[in-house]
T-cell receptor, first 115, second 113 residues
Framework: DTEVTQTPKHLVMGMTNKKSLKCEQH?????MYWYKQKAKKPPELMFV???????INESVPSRFSPECPNSSLLNLHLHALQPEDSALYLC??????????????FGPGTRLTVL | GDSVTQMEGPVTLSEEAFLTINCTYT??????LFWYVQYPGEGLQLLLK?????DKGSNKGFEATYRKETTSFHLEKGSVQVSDSAVYFC????????????FGSGTRLSIRP
């Protein structure tokens, strides 16, 4: 299984809602990532989990809250988002967070719209 | 700082044409280099990579060679197909920050039948 899965595929939420994005991989990878991608732009790194611990937070607003319940799962909890947070949210994983030669495997993304 | 520069798009070609997408980088040390592709409505997937100078990465008819002298990693394909229409991202990763990919801005490629 060389796949990263993400749910839901699409999400529409109001600014007062609380929702969660989910990501799963069964490749035994020890690093997992959240990215935000706006239209016609490259992905921007948000968070990195290394061996289930948060290792990088790229100064992301607190309305985004990541969680890594176990080595296969990654969640992104959303609360009080703004319309400008509308984007494609990508999850990725890689085998070893310390190996700069390893590629990252990306999921298909969740298309988020904040009204 | 460390960065990746790739040619501006969009690039439009006819089917069976030769493709080159230029990519140059600035980095401290010797990075690993990657080409990722994003098809419409999908996430990114690795197309090819090279981890040291003079390495050639290849996949699905695409090739790129790690050129340390010119700090380049140009993507080439001899005969493109309509199914190659996508956005292509050149990227690097450094030993000093192995978890962080530095992406280029992306090049949108459209292939006409």
């Amino acid at each position: 299984d060389t796949e990263v899965t993400q749910t839901p595929k699409h999400l529409v939420m109001g600014m007062t809602n609380k929702k969660s994005l989910k990501c799963e991989q069964h490749m035994g990878h020890r690093a997992m990532y959240w990215y935000k991608q706006k239209a016609k732009k490259p992905p921007e790194l948000m968070f990195v989990y290394s061996y289930e611990k948060l290792s990088i937070n790229e100064s992301v607003p607190s309305r985004f809250s990541p969680e890594c319940p176990n080595s296969s799962l990654l969640n992104l909890h959303l609360h009080a988002l703004q319309p400008e947070d509308s984007a494609l949210y990508l999850c990725a994983s890689s085998q070893d967070p310390n190996a700069y030669y390893n590629e990252q495997f990306f999921g298909p993304g969740t298309r988020l719209t904040v009204l | 700082g460390d960065s990746v520069t790739q040619m501006e798009g969009p690039v439009t070609l006819s089917e069976e044409a030769f493709l080159t997408i230029n990519c140059t980088y600035t980095a401290t040390g010797y990075p690993s280099l990657f080409w990722y592709v994003q098809y419409p409505g999908e996430g990114l997937q690795l197309l090819l990579k090279a981890t040291k100078a003079d390495d050639k990465g290849s996949n699905k008819g695409f090739e790129a060679t790690y050129r340390k002298e010119t700090t380049s990693f140009h993507l080439e394909k001899g005969s493109v197909q309509v199914s190659d229409s996508a956005v292509y991202f050149c990227a690097l990763c450094l030993y000093s920050s192995a978890s962080k990919i530095i992406f280029g801005s992306g090049t949108r490629l459209s292939i006409r039948p």
